[in-house]
Nanobody, 120 residues
Framework: QVQLVESGGGLVQPGGSLRLSCAASGSIFSIDDMGWYRQAPGKQREPVARISTGGSINYVDSVKGRFTISRDNAKNTVSLQMNSLKPEDTAVYYC??????????????WGQGTQVTVSS
């Protein structure tokens, strides 16, 4: 059994910053790529940032230069530092990790979601 617990969401004014974290625990043998997605009201869930095991990083164009994804392999955590936040960043943010519990089969796990609201 694997659990993902997210933290760090909240209400912030435009131009402000938030840091999201996602911690994985339970039966974990290895974690491959880690990522963050978001879903705004009335919209589909979209990928925001991804970091591979080797440290390769990808961002959606709308957050480049403002968001930074990082991972701590020793702690099985992935974080998303969000700066210069805009109202259009308002969404529920989900972490997504590719995890193997036994060294063979891999499965994607989702966090429970954390609300980020950017508003004055």
């Amino acid at each position: 059994q694997v659990q993902l617990v997210e933290s760090g969401g909240g209400l912030v004014q435009p131009g402000g910053s938030l840091r999201l974290s996602c911690a994985a625990s339970g039966s974990i043998f290895s974690i491959d790529d880690m990522g963050w997605y978001r879903q705004a009201p009335g919209k589909q869930r979209e990928p925001v940032a991804r970091i591979s095991t080797g440290g390769s990083i990808n961002y959606v164009d709308s957050v480049k230069g403002r968001f930074t994804i990082s991972r701590d392999n020793a702690k099985n955590t992935v974080s998303l530092q969000m700066n210069s936040l805009k109202p259009e960043d308002t969404a529920v943010y989900y972490c997504n990790l590719l995890i193997s519990s036994e060294g063979t089969n891999w499965r994607r796990y989702w966090g429970q979601g954390t609300q980020v609201t950017v508003s004055s």
